[in-house]
């Protein structure tokens, strides 16, 4: 019974992190953290982005559950900070590399779930400033993304 609560807890966090995530980008980044932030909306596509910081940030939450999970005897708590740590891996793989190809792997694909995601993302950086943003989310985003990325797909196929 008790591996069944950790997986929840599991994936409990790794959903809160996307809640925490939307929540962080619309209202601190793009408020009073916005000089963090800033470098990650211009042109000039540093390797290293002052942006970048906020994954350190992120560790911390995820280390302090992993660390107090084990001093304590919890494993609720290590499983919420693997799930945290789990969504930050994610959040890399599909921020970092797949939208904005830093790596150069993965990039093309006919799945209409990334594929939405990518292009909600890319709408969210045709804004360059601070204000009046759009698609702060990163694995949930509007519907009609998704949407319209499976119907060109089902066209595409016919
Ligand atoms: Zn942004
Ligand atoms: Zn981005």
């Not at 997986?7 to 929540?23: D, P, V």
């Not at 084990?70 to 994610?90: E, H, K, N, Q, R």
């Not at 985003?141 to 016919?158: C, D, G, L, M």
């Amino acid at each position: 019974m008790h591996y069944i609560i950790n997986i929840l807890s599991f994936f409990a966090a790794f959903a809160f992190m996307e809640f925490a995530a939307w929540f962080a980008h619309k209202y601190l980044m793009h408020g009073f953290l916005w000089f963090v932030h800033k470098d990650h909306h211009d042109e000039s596509h540093k390797v290293v982005q002052r942006n970048d910081s906020f994954a350190l940030f992120f560790a911390i939450p995820s280390w302090l559950c992993i660390m107090f999970g084990i001093i304590y005897g919890s494993s609720i708590s290590v499983y919420f900070g693997a799930g945290i740590a789990a969504f930050g891996l994610t959040y890399f793989i599909v921020h970092e590399i797949f939208i904005h190809q830093r790596m150069k792997y993965f990039k093309n694909t006919d799945n209409w779930y990334l594929r939405a995601i990518r292009r909600a993302h890319k709408v969210h950086h045709k804004r360059l400033t601070k204000e009046d943003g759009e698609c702060y989310g990163m694995l949930l985003v509007p519907f009609k993304y998704f949407k319209e990325e499976r119907e060109k797909i089902a066209s595409q196929q016919s």
